[in-house]
């Protein structure tokens, strides 16, 4: 009953700053990695930054420069730092879990997601 909660998203004018937290709990395994995913309408989610348990970290092309994930020191937790938000930015913002069970089984888990909206 693993449980991903995030908070941080809202509006903001384009060239403002959000922080996203994300805080896993339950009977969490084997964490790979704790990332962000952006969705928006009609469209796939995608990867937007992840880190690895050993603090690698991953970042879409879009964000480079502009994002910073972290991890947090208690928990399963991970914050998403975002500097320069433009307009397509906007969406909902879903924190993953990536952890490994028996046999080396790849689990993901989602949080249900914060919205954020970036006006021009």
């Known amino acids: 009953q693993v449980q991903l909660v995030e908070s941080g998203g809202g509006l903001v004018q384009a060239g403002g700053s959000l922080r996203l937290s994300c805080a896993a709990s339950?009977?969490?395994?084997?964490?790979?990695?704790m990332g962000w995913y952006l969705q928006v309408p009609g469209k796939q989610r995608d990867l937007v930054a992840k880190?690895?348990?050993?603090?690698?970290?991953n970042y879409a092309d879009s964000v480079k420069g502009r994002f910073t994930i972290s991890r947090g020191n208690t928990n399963n937790t991970v914050y998403l730092q975002m500097h320069s938000l433009k307009p397509e930015d906007t969406g909902t913002y879903y924190c993953n879990l990536q952890a490994f069970g028996f046999r080396k089984h790849e689990y993901l888990y989602w949080g249900q997601g914060t919205q954020v909206t970036v006006s021009s």
């Open positions: 880190i690895t348990s050993g603090g690698i970290t």
């Open positions: 339950g009977s969490i395994f084997g964490v790979n990695a």
